[in-house]
């Protein structure tokens, strides 16, 4: 969630760490936009926040069962 929310800050999109279900997983990022926001604003947002994950997804090495 930290490289998520640094990796959207660095492509200008401000988004806030949630813990998880349990509660403290940390699985989880808010957005927050304004209530003015128009649908191509909420698109670029979701498309910024969609390339932070990718590009930290691709950073971690691959999990071997």
């Known amino acids: 969630?930290?490289?998520v929310?640094?990796?959207a800050l660095e492509l200008g999109l401000?988004?806030?760490p949630a813990a998880?279900?349990?509660g403290s997983d940390g699985d989880a990022v808010m957005l927050g936009p304004p209530f003015v926001i128009t649908e191509n604003e909420m698109n670029e947002a979701?498309?910024?926040l969609r390339r932070a994950i990718d590009e930290v997804c691709r950073e971690r090495p691959a999990r071997i069962p």
């Open 14 to 16: 401000i988004v806030y």
């Open 46 to 48: 979701v498309d910024l």
């Open 20 to 22: 998880g279900c349990g």
């Open 5 to 7: 929310t640094a990796r």
């Open 1 to 3: 969630t930290e490289k």
